[in-house]
Structure formats: C-alpha cells, structure tokens
C-alpha cells in the first residue's frame, strides 16, 4: 500500500510493504524498500510506485564522499553527500550535526542518509519530477538545497520522523501507518479509524487523512518549534491531526522511550462472605489489546465480564482458555479505564487477575 501528502505545497508519497502486526517496519523495508518523497509540484496528487531495485541501483551507482561521523551526544550517524556539492569537506560533518541535534533515540545508528541534488534526488526518489525526498528502509534521502520555500531540514525532519515510527512498534498495528504508541492513543488514531474518519496508509483522496502522515509532520513540528507548537505551518494533512503541546510531549516519549510491548500485573482478590461479585478499576492509558485472565488455587468456576468504567456498559464476556480458566480478550480504543467483574461461582475464595494491557 502506498500514502501520499504533501508539504508546504510538496507532495509527499510513500509507498508501504505491510509486515504482520506488531512488527517495526525495518525488517520489511529490507525486503521491499518502503519510501517516502517530498514532491514540489503543486497540490495536485499523483499516484507514485513502490521504490524498486532500479531506484535502490541509483542510490548505489552515485559516487558519494562522506561515511561515519561521531555526534555531540557519542552516537555515529553515516552521512553521505553527492559530487553535486563539489569538494566541500565540512558538509557531510554540517548535516551530521543535524540530524544528531534532531529528538532521536537509538534508531539514529541505523540510519544512512543521502544529500542529492534535486536532480539526483528525482532520479533516486522514483523518478518524479521535482521530488525533494524519501525514506526507504533506514535509508534517507533529501535535497541538499532549499526548492519551492521548503528547506532540506524541514524535508529531512518529516523524512526522519517516519524513520523514528519505522522503528518503533505500535502493536497490533503497525507504527509506520498509525504513528507511535502514545501520540497515536493520545490522539484517538484508533478510534478514528473505527469512525471511519482517519485512513492508515491511504495514499489517496484520504492522504490528508492518513495518520502516518501526520504523525511524521508532528515530529517535524516537534523539532521546530521545540514542541511548543507555536507559529508553525501545517499544510500538509488534515488540520484535526494539528498538534499542541499535548501530542508533541507525546512524539518526544515515544522518541526518547520507546514502548517496548504489554504488560503483565497480577491482581488479587477476594469475595466478601455474602458477596457473589468483586470490582476493580484497571486503568487502560494506552490503544491496543487487553487481556484479562482470572484463576482460583485449586480450581474454580468463577466468571469474569468486563464493563466500561461507569460499570453500565458489559464490553466482553469470558471464553474458556486452554488451561481450564476463564479469560477475556478486548481491545482498547479509546477508552481509558474499564472495570473487571469477578462472578462467583462456587464458595468464597482467594483468586487472581492476571491483567496483560498496553
């Protein structure tokens, strides 16, 4: 599947290989190049192909200067730059800098990046005209130069950010297409998609809708505005996606902290004398999905329903899982704390709640 935006009157494309759920989309882009690409033509959306092996043989046949350089904070980014520039020793050290000075974690070692003439960058990017820039894999792409009022920092920031979301996990979906954990449940990406109002990985009429997309915009306005989200343009998604203070925290967390999976609590309880039901409240900060397992010493038939947090609403009944207890699977989108109802079932006894939630 393929998106496609653009970016103060840049079209931006990218072409997606969709990986199973849960998966970063590195281990995919090695397969089938994913990339994304700023085009400067207008308005205006053109379909792009996927990156194919012609366009990755473009990439290798230019005989770039530069390779590893070693950041202020200790990393090594691989930053190559075209003839195009000529001789100039300190360009390829210039945008190392950069890109190390960008909100970044561990993914900035996996990346190699590529200053292009525009030119070049056409010729590499799918061969559009006009195209500023793309990511594929852990590669990036981006002019060199100012084209069309954008700058090659803007261009590289938005190409970054989805570098950041192809190497994070959002599962059961899928970073690159939804955005990051937080900045995806902080801003009802899931519950959107279920209204039918937000389109992941649409590279189509809906590309303005197309959260990746915006996800990849907030980290450039992250980066320039320091996430004060003040005074910055936003033209190139839908102006429901606009990021404030909030959601920009939300970009930095995931940068910086990673999600790195569920997990799992135990919960104790127990049945007062005369009661055939027990309560609790489980906080649910994050989309995805929650499992709740409910199991009594030696054995035990009691029940577990899960209700929506004001208890009025039943969400999910209990199934029989493998192991003869009774467990609960839903997921999460947007609601931010459910409760768990223990039924009784047979004489009052200690029992356990083992709650697996993003």
Known sequence: MRLTTCLAGAVLATALVAPSSGMTRAAAEEEVPAFAAFDARGPTLRGTARLDRGGARTLQAVEWTGGSYVVSGG???????????????????????????????????????YVASIAEVEEICGGRQNVLGCYFGQ?????????????????????????????????????????????????????RVQAGTVF?????????????????????????????????????????????????????????????????????????????????????????????????????????ALLSSDGRTGLAKSSWDSSGAKSIEYRVCGVRSVRVRVIRGGRPARFSLRVTAP
Not at 79 to 108: C, K, N, Q
Not at 253 to 271: N, R
């Open 75 to 113: 990393e090594r980014v691989t930053v190559y730059i075209s003839p195009a520039y000529g001789d100039d020793p300190t360009m390829g050290r210039r945008w190392a800098d950069f890109l190390g000075s960008l909100v970044h974690g561990s993914e900035l070692a996996l990346l190699t990046a």
């Open 139 to 191: 590669r990036l792409v981006t002019v060199g130069d100012s084209s069309a009022g954008v700058s090659p920092e803007s261009v590289a920031a938005h190409e970054y950010g989805h570098h950041v979301a192809a190497n994070r996990i959002n599962a059961p979906w899928i970073a690159l297409d939804w955005g990051t954990k937080r900045w995806a449940s902080q801003t009802g990406i899931c519950s």
């Open 200 to 304: 992941p990985g649409d590279e189509g009429v809906n590309y303005s809708f197309n959260p990746g997309e915006a996800f990849a915009e907030s980290y450039r306005v992250l980066i320039e505005t320091k996430g004060s989200a003040v005074g910055y343009d936003w033209p190139i998604v839908d102006p429901s996606f606009r990021p404030d203070p909030r959601s920009l925290d939300a970009v930095r967390e995931d940068v910086l902290h990673p999600w790195a999976g569920s997990s799992t609590k135990t919960i104790a309880g127990k049945f007062l004398r005369r009661s055939r039901t027990w309560t609790t409240r489980v906080a649910t900060p994050l989309d995805g999905d929650l499992r709740i397992r409910v199991t009594v010493p030696g054995g035990g038939a009691n029940d577990v």
